[in-house]
Nanobody, 125 residues
Framework: QVHLVESGGGLVQPGGSLRLSCTNS????????MGWFREAPGKQRELVAS???????NYGDFVKGRFTVSRDNAKSEVYLQMTNLRPEDTAVYYC???????????????????WGQGTQVTVAS
């Protein structure tokens, strides 16, 4: 129903920028919450950013204005623009999406049922 594929990861120097993209190629085109989680070695998977179908974003506390999440509902795509990257941002970044739509910010920040395969982001000099 939902098939998510990420692109845009790679190696970047501290202070640099990257843009991640996620495309849904599944048969279910109209999605609810979409977003990004990340998992660093030895750490739990955590919310980076999510965005509702209406365009309301939510961010992880560590983002502090450095990242911007956006989506294109017509294309069933979600994006993550990352700036001022730090070594501690190194992780596998996973696209995440669900079908349900929630009014609750808490629910919009939780992992949704569908995941991409992940894309590695490495911040190092």
């Amino acid at each position: 129903q939902v098939h998510l594929v990420e692109s845009g990861g790679g190696l970047v120097q501290p202070g640099g920028s990257l843009r991640l993209s996620c495309t849904n190629s599944g048969t279910m085109r109209s999605l609810g919450v979409m977003g990004w989680f990340r998992e660093a070695p030895g750490k739990q998977r955590e919310l980076v950013a999510s965005i509702t179908s209406g365009g309301t974003p939510n961010y992880g506390d560590f983002v502090k204005g450095r990242f911007t999440v956006s989506r294109d509902n017509a294309k069933s795509e979600v994006y993550l623009q990352m700036t001022n990257l730090r070594p501690e941002d190194t992780a596998v970044y996973y696209c995440n999406a669900g079908i349900q739509r929630y009014a609750s910010m808490m629910l919009n920040r939780k992992p949704q049922p569908y995941w991409g395969q992940g894309t590695q982001v490495t911040v190092a000099s």
